[in-house]
């Protein structure tokens, strides 16, 4: 069996995001990383492996992104995926969500996975739909935000929240599956695989290579524009209190509270 | 003139509240474009006059089809269907997690433009402008579309509302797609841990990863009883699904919205799926060791600190305060 994990470079979380005014699209230069919901993706397929019961043959991890988008897959390596493919182009950048899966679905087309995993969100956009592009364009069953999988030869058993408690959902492989962060706690690699991470494979593929027709990709052929970026409403800025002396700290949070008449 | 076709979530009998809001937004909308609104519902025998009281939200139809419920890929394969023989321009979507996979999906599969998280849709030159908060709602973006458009509201983003119209039923049968047929819900709804009252509080103790494992909730469990009276203990998505409480506790994104006079978050770091179901509280007090987290950024009073060292003392200045 083989597994697709798909990875994302997303801004370290303690970078403050912006938007580029002069594309209009989020400035993803300075400090990256891998996304933090990916990392349960990446472990999940590591359990499978591990687990004994699946003959898994290969994890490999998948990004779309310029050339710093390596680092991502550097880190997927690092936690244990066998090979990572970079899908990297020009004419890919400025994709909308379903151009990007549209890009994604492509390369991982060729692969022929029987499972392919992703983490819940991306840390950046906010976005919670790329599994389900991927899975349309695929043809295959999809599901997100799964806490809890039992994969089989032919099917994987999942369990997820959804509007009205928790579905238990069972998909016929090939599927793609969103994994939720409570799906497991994912491990830090160790040193030695920090370091043997860069000898693992990695292929770039092109646009052309992954097949991908170039009319619908990139900001041309996407289907969406956003733009005309504004300021909310704003709510008038809390109080904030730094704990530096815990009853002092208590005193006056009882005293907010009880100015207010909420005790 | 455009057409707007809006997802009809249903559960045991009832259409969900988000749904019947997209409808209400989604009537209002076609109407400013000459256009009609209406609604798609999918589910096993579910009853005409049912889906007839869609009408009273602003559908002139309800496009109904057997299917399975609270799966995203058979509502796909109907609405696509719908939208083609129909020439609709846009669909349009209440919010939660099977409006964000079906919304997907289906820009997917008609080659649509799609925006998630959508707080407000405008009309302008009789096409759709959906606009969406980002950067952690610190900026609102403007989603133009060139041709087909897929709206996904965020939670609560629309309000419903009757008119007291009727809509005419149209019965649809398509064809589902191989990956809609690989698909089976087991079981659906299940109601995991105890069934907490936290709806009708009026002051809510709510924790989330911060505390750290389970038995955080002891702590919050003691700050509650101390506020006494209607007081009750919340959670949030990450740790119900962790199990560390009851998802019938669960504010946000696929739990319940509330409102309360106080809401005081422990451990919280406020993301949007978190946001959605609790902005509208009265007053909101979050104590996080993280200065960066999100929740301070629409909390009345942030404090800054180590929940371990500061719930135990506030607990006992507030039984203090309420014994003198």
């Known amino acids: 069996m083989k597994i697709c994990v798909l990875v994302k470079e997303v801004p370290d979380a303690a970078v403050t995001k912006r938007i580029d005014p002069s594309t209009g699209r989020m400035d993803r230069s300075g400090e990256k990383n891998l996304n933090p919901y990916d990392t349960h993706a990446i472990e999940a397929a590591m359990q ?30 690092s936690l244990g995926a066998d090979r990572s493919i970079h899908l990297t182009d020009p004419v890919l950048a400025g994709s909308d969500v379903a151009a990007t899966g549209y890009a994604l679905a492509s390369a991982l087309g060729q692969e022929e996975p029987d499972l392919v995993l992703l983490g819940q969100q991306s840390d950046d956009g906010e976005c919670y739909t790329i599994g389900a592009v991927v899975a349309e364009h695929l043809g295959m069953p999809s599901l997100t935000q799964v806490v809890k999988m039992d994969v089989t030869g032919e099917a994987v058993r999942c369990e997820r929240q959804a509007e009205y408690g928790y579905d238990t959902v069972e998909v016929r492989l090939p599927a793609v599956i969103s994994v939720g962060d409570a799906i497991n706690e994912p491990r830090y690699p160790s040193l030695k695989a920090i370091m043997g991470a860069k000898k693992k494979p990695l292929q770039t593929l092109a646009a052309v290579d992954a097949g991908i027709d170039t009319s619908m990709v990139g900001a041309d052929g996407s289907q969406v524009r956003c733009g005309e970026f504004r300021a909310p409403p704003q709510k008038a800025a809390g109080q904030i209190i730094e704990d530096d002396d815990t009853n002092a700290t208590v005193g006056k949070i009882v005293a907010w509270l009880d100015e207010r008449k909420l005790i | 003139m455009a057409d707007i076709l809006i997802y009809a979530l249903h559960h045991e009998g009832t259409f969900n509240k988000n749904s019947l809001g997209a409808i209400t937004e989604g009537a209002r909308l076609a109407a400013e474009t000459g256009g009609q609104a209406h609604a798609v519902v999918v589910g096993q025998e579910i009853p005409d006059a049912l889906a007839a009281t869609l009408g009273d939200y602003g559908a002139a139809k309800v496009f109904k089809a057997e299917g399975p419920e609270g799966l995203a890929q058979p509502v796909v394969d109907v609405m696509a269907q719908v939208m083609e023989e129909n020439g609709v ?14 919304g997907a999906g289906l820009a997917a599969r008609l080659r649509a433009g799609v925006t998630m998280e959508v707080t407000g849709v405008i009309v302008e030159d009789g096409k759709l402008i959906a606009q969406r908060p ?96 209607n007081t009750a203990v919340a959670a949030t998505r990450a740790v119900v699904d962790a199990g560390w409480y009851p998802y019938a506790g669960q504010i946000g994104q696929t739990g319940k919205t509330v409102a309360p006079k106080l809401y005081l978050a422990a451990g919280i770091s406020g993301a949007i799926q978190h946001k959605v179901g609790m902005q509208s509280s009265e007053n909101i007090v979050a104590i996080n060791k993280d200065a960066n987290a999100p929740i301070f950024e629409f909390s009345d009073l942030g404090v800054v600190g180590d929940l371990n060292k500061i719930v135990p003392k506030l607990t006992e200045a507030i039984a203090a305060k309420r014994g003198a």
């Open chain 2, 89 to 102: 321009q846009y669909a349009l979507f209440g919010g939660g997690l099977v409006g964000f996979e079906a």
């Open chain 1, 48 to 77: 499978l492996k591990e687990g004994g019961e699946l003959q898994i043959d290969e994890i490999v991890a998948v990004t779309m992104g310029p050339e710093s988008a390596v680092r991502a897959l550097h880190k997927a390596v």
């Open chain 2, 134 to 229: 980002i950067l952690g709602d610190s900026a609102i973006s403007q989603s133009r579309y060139r041709d087909k458009g897929i709206i996904v509201g965020r939670l609560n983003a629309f309000e419903a509302k009757t008119s007291g119209g009727s809509a005419e039923v149209v019965a649809v049968e398509a064809e589902p797609s191989p990956q809609a047929a690989r698909a089976v819900i087991v079981s659906r709804g299940e109601q995991r841990g105890a069934d907490v009252d936290i709806e009708g509080a009026g002051t809510l103790v709510a924790g989330g990863r911060g505390l750290g494992n389970a038995d955080g909730f002891g702590l919050l469990e003691e700050l509650a009883r101390a506020f006494g009276g």
